[in-house]
């Protein structure tokens, strides 16, 4: 049976499911969802996830929604992008938390705001705060990757998708990967997988549907 993700491409969170999902090789379909124009909001889409979030995988029975619970499931569904041991299970597990406070949580947040809020509701100096804060989350991540290729172990796990989660995306957010060379190469580590794609390429929707 067909995985579905329900996700859409602006996304950094659903990216992370969806380009997981694509690099193990399970068998899945995205499932668009109208974001910009309130799905998440409504009475059907709350039924299936109470959060108003993307993304949500359904495979089979089973649905599950948050990014990293959704790629945990993929690793022990799969057996690829995980870990060998349960050392390396629980320093997956630190850099997962680690994006989703440090990395996502503040880069997500400070990239809607700079595109996709009306302007007349943008805030520079909630912003600024935004980008500064993720800019030290930057030098963090891009000084544990000196001497590696990888965040855990010597292959790509999901710690490296769900880092990389909204740092292929091409709206300014105050991120320049040519800042960070460790993370400028790790990038480029990433997109030479075998089954790659660019957010906009792997999922439905795009700002260019809505110009």
Known sequence: MTIRLYCFGESGNAYKAALTLELSGLEWEPVYVDFFHGETRTPEYRA???MGEVPVMVDGDLTLT??????DYVVGKSGKLGWRDEAERREILR?????NHKNSGVGGPVRFNMNFLPEDKRNDA??????????????VLDGCLEGRDWLVGN???????ANCGYLFYPEPFGFDRKAYPNIDAWLD???DL???KHPYDLMPGSPADRA
């Open 189 to 191: 580590r990433i997109a």
């Open 194 to 196: 075998p089954g790659w």
């Open 48 to 50: 299936l996830n109470p």
């Open 95 to 99: 850099w997962v938390l680690f994006d």
């Open 155 to 161: 292959g790509p796990t999901i710690a490296d998708i």
């Open 66 to 71: 948050q990014s990293g619970v959704i790629q």
């Open 126 to 139: 909630v912003n600024a705060y935004l980008v500064a804060r993720h800019g030290s989350a930057m030098k």
